[in-house]
Nanobody, 124 residues
């Protein structure tokens, strides 16, 4: 069983930045793929980004490419999502997810473990 805890959400103005964190216990840095998803009100959970066992495996949804950066710190069992140039349409609950191996990286059902989510609000 893996427990994921997100933090770092909040309220920011358009164009601002936030950094989300997701800490895993027990440590997952060497064995799990870690991803960020988000869910806007009345919408399905959607893929944002994923990072593999090494930083050579990183993918982003087109909607965040060039603005968001995913990274992992194995010493802290934590992944991050640096979000820059935020837009009102980025407003959502952001979830961290983990799985040992994944094929359908954009599919929520492919991930085994989830955090409770952290709210991000971007005002216009």
């Amino acid at each position: 069983q893996v427990r994921l805890v997100e933090s770092g959400g909040g309220l920011v103005q358009t164009g601002g930045s936030l950094r989300l964190s997701c800490t895993a216990s027990p440590p997952t840095s060497d064995t799990y793929y870690m991803a960020w998803f988000r869910q806007r009100p009345d919408q399905r959970r959607e893929f944002v980004s994923v990072i593999g066992l090494t930083s050579n495996y990183i993918y982003y949804d087109d909607s965040v490419k060039g603005r968001f950066t995913i990274s992992r710190d194995g010493t802290k069992n934590t992944i991050y999502l640096q979000m820059n140039s935020l837009k009102p349409e980025d407003t959502a609950v952001y979830f961290c997810a983990a799985v040992i191996s994944v094929v359908a990286i954009r599919t929520p059902a492919a991930y085994e473990y989830w955090g409770q989510g952290t709210q991000v609000n971007v005002s216009s």
